[in-house]
């Protein structure tokens, strides 16, 4: 029942980002203020201006222009790197207009022969990438009517407008940008999280494969916010952020790679070995070649080309680890391979679009196959989590077994040593029948502690059926009347009339009460009050005991709950632990500790 609620929960909290991705739209792009009558000219490689010109002086093509359809690749290249193209500034009356432009990579803007807007150094002899942005370009409203010029360079196979130029207000741009990017944003912060708690958890259990998660989390969620245009309203450098976007993707796959790695361990190492090599590559491929891109040793879009590659194959290993290890019955391997495979899928036909379908604008399906990914992942940590538990829970019953079997010998040795002497006694016909009662003793207290002892290490199972506390509680105060009056103790009890009946072993509680009640009665031998307040405490039930006893020294309340540790004479210091066996059974929690003023309390809760 737990993991169906468990497998329930997660589903649910993945269905809140999935919402948000499937709820965004396309923003509020206004189709009336896109630019048309593209045409477009190709500047020859050898008539390629470098070097900035004079302010003012632009000198625009006047002849040798072409329509197009698709401001995006026109055709007669010719190894020319430099691109011109114009459009018609839609006629209207604007309010802080301005245009918001995809283009592949660096580029001027012109109006009326002058350059209103640069983005990168299209004019430098090596100019340094800067990424393809969303950029708004602010117009002047006495443009429209005429023509904008582009002068657009790209030594990629691209060059051009990514997606259609739109005219449109400085207000509405960002309206359209929320609308259109905002999930994305939100879901970025969401990776974020998601990583930051796993690394806190990584810190609390000292476990790789939580410190890995948790990096993966952490750099997919700086990857997710450096590809929405978003973050440049907040902070307008796009070089840092398009750096920034490659590096957290790489050291993303490294540390995923890494955590694939750890999760199976050592078991298989030839067939890990793939993966411990891999992300060794991707984080060399981080610090060696991206300040490489940065110093101009190598083209940023090389180094981006041949990451995509490297990609594509770490994919493909990791699918073949997955699938060994999930043929020969791995849990966790399966349920990576699922989400792994929808990575992938996802990941290759973004990467087939945006490198052979620029033009096409499909939707980015890693978003929703990166979140399949990562509740897998997330489902196989919490698996992860569960097993820990159950691992540190048996090893403490072990310990509490190696404990409870050391004392049992220890209480068990003494009346045994004490038969067996009256034994030989006998057997050398020297018995003195009057030991005859003290040998029985000696054997009742050795079934006295057998009997605890088996009632601690097996407890029953609490029953099934509701029963009414305050009732039991009733019928232990009943039969204890007697003894309790006879040795002066007062007994009262307060409640706030809200119980209800909770599912329960009758004559376990009983048992407990009875126990709880009677070290009450023998901490105060001359009398006093026994307070017991039963009360809901939200979804539980409160019970307390408390008497004004002697209390409990600070030296022997901490070693409370050990085995056969007790202050009473004739005690065996199993009685808390069977109490606190029992409440545990129920699902519940029983503590004892000091009052501020004399005496002590008794603190049980159930669940109701």
């Not at 329930?8 to 980002?17: D, M, V």
């Not at 952490?218 to 952020?241: E, H, M, N, Q, S």
Request: aromatic letters at 10%; glycine letters at 10%; proline letters at 5%.
């Amino acid at each position: 029942m737990k993991r169906i609620l468990l497998t329930f929960l997660l589903f649910a909290i993945g269905l809140i980002p999935i919402a948000a991705l499937w709820a965004s739209g396309s923003g509020e792009w206004n189709p009336s203020g896109r630019l048309s009558g593209w045409e477009y000219f190709w500047e020859k490689p050898e008539e390629e201006v470098i070097g900035r010109p004079e302010p003012g002086l632009v000198t625009v093509p006047s002849a040798g222009w072409a329509s197009i359809d698709s401001p995006l690749n026109p055709p007669g290249r010719n190894g020319s790197n430099v691109l011109w193209l114009r459009a018609d500034l839609p006629a209207g009356t604007w309010r802080d207009p301005g245009l918001a432009a995809r283009l592949y990579e660096m580029y001027e803007v012109m109006a009326e022969g002058k350059v209103i807007y640069t983005y990168g150094t299209p004019r430098a002899e090596n100019p340094a990438y800067q990424g393809t942005p969303l950029r708004f370009i602010p117009l002047n409203q006495e443009w429209f009517g005429g023509k904008l010029y582009f002068r657009i360079y790209s030594g990629k196979a691209n060059i051009g407008f990514m997606q259609d130029a739109v005219v449109m207000e400085q207000a509405q741009y960002i309206r359209s940008l929320l609308k259109e990017q905002g999930s994305r944003f939100i879901l970025g912060f969401f990776y974020l999280l998601v990583g930051m708690a796993a690394i806190y958890i990584a810190m609390r259990v000292n476990q790789k494969e939580f410190l890995s998660f948790g990096a993966f989390g952490v750099f997919f969620g700086i990857y997710t916010l450096c590809r929405t245009a978003i973050l440049y309203l907040l902070f307008d450098v796009p070089k840092l952020w398009t750096y920034l976007e490659l590096a957290s993707l790489i050291l993303g796959c490294t540390a995923i790679l890494a955590f694939m790695e750890q999760l199976f361990g050592e078991s298989y190492s030839r067939i890990n070995r793939g993966l411990r090599i891999l992300w060794k590559v991707h984080l060399l491929y981080a610090m060696v070649l991206l300040p490489a891109a940065e110093w101009r040793l190598v083209p940023f879009p090389k180094v981006l080309a041949f990451y995509q590659l490297l990609l594509l194959f770490s994919m493909a290993v990791s699918i073949g680890v997955l699938l060994y290890h999930a043929r020969h019955g791995n849990r966790d391997a399966r349920i990576l391979l699922l989400g792994t495979l929808c990575f992938s899928a996802a990941g290759a036909v973004d990467i087939y679009t945006n490198v052979l379908l620029p033009a096409a604008h499909p939707p980015q399906l890693s978003y929703i196959g990166m979140l399949v990914f990562l509740f897998a992942v997330i489902s196989v940590l919490v698996r992860l989590l569960i097993q820990m538990k159950v691992q540190l829970n048996h090893s403490e019953k072990l310990s509490v077994a190696g404990r409870l079997a050391a004392g049992v010998a220890h209480e068990i040795r003494n009346p045994v040593t004490v038969l067996s002497g009256y034994l030989q006694l006998m057997k050398n016909g020297r018995m003195n029948p009057d030991v005859i009662p003290v040998m029985l003793d000696e054997v009742n207290r050795i079934n006295s502690i057998i009997n605890e002892f088996l009632l601690l290490s097996k407890p029953d199972k609490p029953a099934n059926e509701k029963h009414d506390v305050a009732l039991i509680l009733g019928e232990v105060i009943s039969f204890l009347k007697a003894e309790a009056e006879e040795a002066g103790i007062r007994v009262s009890v307060s409640t706030d009339g809200r119980l209800g009946s909770i599912r329960c072993s009758k004559d376990q509680l009983k048992q407990v009460f009875i126990n709880v009640m009677k070290n009450a009665m023998e901490a105060m031998p001359g009398g006093g009050p026994i307070d017991i307040e039963l009360r809901r405490d939200g979804r539980e039930l409160l019970i307390r005991f408390l008497d004004a006893g002697e209390g409990i020294a600070g030296k022997d309340m901490e070693r409370l709950g050990e085995p056969f540790y007790t202050t009473k004479e004739n005690g065996t210091g199993l009685g808390l632990m069977i109490c606190q066996s029992i409440i545990s059974h129920h699902q519940g929690n029983l503590v004892l500790y000091g009052r501020p003023e004399k005496g002590t309390c008794v603190e049980i809760r159930l669940p109701l």
